[in-house]
């Protein structure tokens, strides 16, 4: 049971280019999240999804995009990446069963740096 | 989702019990209190929760005011991987947008286990 897995670990990223962060979960957890967190600071959320098919933007989505084609992938999108992109990127999920009774599982993170 | 106010930082003996505060005056009725913790580089990770009774697992206890106003976090004997920033979130249960999605994670105790 390998958990949330995120790809890759590391990234320089040129100013302008895109890619995308990898996000998988083995738990079949309905709900899906992406973080930032840049140094010093909380995580704060980018976008999250309820389910295969559905995703909504968070307090950061400037930037990003997301899809959610299958329950175990949720792959994040740099569309043009901008200094201040630079950050620790943090996938997680949780089921959707007994609701208030667990807890997010996180990845171990990306880390972006846009030069 | 209701702010939460942490001592920004506290050091504990290894072997002794490392009691975290948590103030959550503003808590609403269907909030949780989420206790979370991130080592050093690393993802967060989920520790206990409770809405109104003391709660205790494996890794903590949680003892939460009959107001619900504050809560601690009891780590029993602490050791030196206890070292982390521990994250005292509160998190609505209702619904499947933001609310009932998004942590709120503030700048929580930073926790120093000393030989």
């Known amino acids: 049971n390998a958990g949330v897995t995120q790809t890759p670990k590391f990234q320089v990223l040129k100013t302008g280019q895109s890619m995308t962060l990898q996000c998988a979960q083995d738990?079949?957890?309905?709900?899906m999240s992406w973080y930032r967190q840049d140094p010093g600071m909380g995580l704060r959320l980018i976008h999250y999804?309820?389910?295969?098919?559905?995703?909504d933007q968070g307090e950061v989505p400037n930037g990003y995009n997301v899809s959610r084609s299958t329950t175990e992938d949720f792959p994040l999108r740099l569309l043009s990446a901008a200094p201040s992109q630079t950050s620790v990127y943090f996938c997680a999920s949780r089921s959707s069963l007994g609701a208030a009774n667990y807890g997010y599982t996180f990845g171990s993170g990306t880390r972006l740096t846009v030069v | 989702d209701a702010k939460t106010t942490q001592p920004t930082s506290m050091d504990c003996a290894e072997g002794r019990a490392a009691n975290l505060p948590c103030n959550h005056s503003?808590?609403?009725?269907?909030?949780?209190v989420y206790w979370y913790r991130q080592i050093h580089s690393q993802g967060p990770q989920y520790i206990i929760h409770?809405?109104?009774n003391n709660e205790t697992n494996e890794m903590a206890s949680l003892i939460i005011t009959e107001d619900r106003k504050s809560s601690t976090l009891i780590l029993p004997h602490a050791t030196l991987r206890d070292t982390a920033v521990y994250y005292c979130i509160v998190r609505s249960i209702g619904g499947n947008g933001a609310a009932g999605n998004k942590l709120t994670f503030g700048g929580g105790t930073r926790v120093l286990v000393k030989p």
């Open positions: 738990m079949n957890h309905e709900y």
């Open positions: 503003t808590i609403s009725g269907n909030e949780y």
């Open positions: 999804s309820v389910g295969a098919g559905i995703t």
């Open positions: 409770g809405l109104k």
